[in-house]
């Protein structure tokens, strides 16, 4: 059973803080992604992995990085959380199909409440 | 820009309606389709996913989706819901290869008993 874990559930920080949110996967998935998730907006991508050390931009990278210095773990850092970073954070990981293409399940974590005051 | 549009924000049924969810995409080549669903207090996980031949999918719990290329549409459909399919519903999209997915903004779907 494909198992995502996430550090924390709720997480309260006060502007400023540097915030790590930490993501672990079980499955030994090449993928790993994290997403914020705001009512009426769905999930954006923030940024994924597609291998150990290895880091592309999603579609809202701006105030965050990644860290993925092993296979299994793969970290979101709010640098200097800001009130706007209040949000739910999920992290997901997946296969990964070189030579086929094919684009597999992704499987999420239960999510970590992120408030900055 | 690739875009996934889902129509439907808060849909409420009775138990025993019929149900469609409709995700429209804005993506051109041959794209993988999917459909996932957050329950109350639960991870978010795969309903049912599009890569290639039959464009009617069947899925878990009775759910189905059918993948029309001329209307870039993969609307979710259930003959009979019930009061434990309320939950968040998203369509997600990406092209094949590629493997960012693109998410639809959510359909809240709440079935009274």
């Known amino acids: 059973d494909v198992k995502v874990t996430q550090s924390s559930r709720y997480l309260v920080k006060r502007t400023g803080e540097k915030v790590f949110l930490e993501c672990v996967q079980d499955?030994?998935?090449?993928?790993m992604f994290w997403y914020r998730q705001d009512p009426g907006l769905g999930l954006r991508l923030i940024y994924f992995?597609?291998?150990?050390?290895?880091?592309e931009k999603g579609d809202i990278p701006e105030g965050y990085s990644v860290s993925r210095e092993k296979k299994e773990r793969f970290s979101l850092i709010l640098e200097s959380a800001s009130t706007n970073q209040t949000s739910m954070y999920l992290c997901?990981?997946?296969?990964?199909?070189?030579?086929?293409?094919?684009?597999?399940?992704?499987?999420f974590g239960p999510g970590t409440r992120l408030t900055v005051l | 820009a690739q875009s996934v549009s889902q129509h439907n924000h808060h849909v409420i049924l009775s138990e025993a309606a019929s149900l469609e969810l409709g995700c429209n995409y804005s993506y051109g080549g041959t794209v993988n389709l999917f459909w996932y669903v957050q329950y109350p207090g639960q991870h978010l996980q795969l309903l049912l996913k599009?890569?290639?031949?039959?464009?009617l999918v069947k899925g878990i719990k009775g759910f189905e989706a059918e993948f029309i290329k001329s209307k870039f549409s993969f609307n979710l459909r259930k003959p009979s819901v019930q009061w434990s399919d309320t939950a968040e519903y998203f369509c997600a999209v990406t092209n094949t290869g590629f493997q960012k997915l693109v998410f639809g903004t959510g359909t809240r779907l709440l079935v009274s008993p």
């Open positions: 499955m030994d998935h090449e993928n």
């Open positions: 992995s597609y291998d150990v050390k290895m880091k």
């Open positions: 997901a990981s997946s296969l990964l199909a070189l030579r086929t293409g094919m684009v597999y399940e992704q499987f």
């Open positions: 599009y890569f290639s031949g039959d464009p």
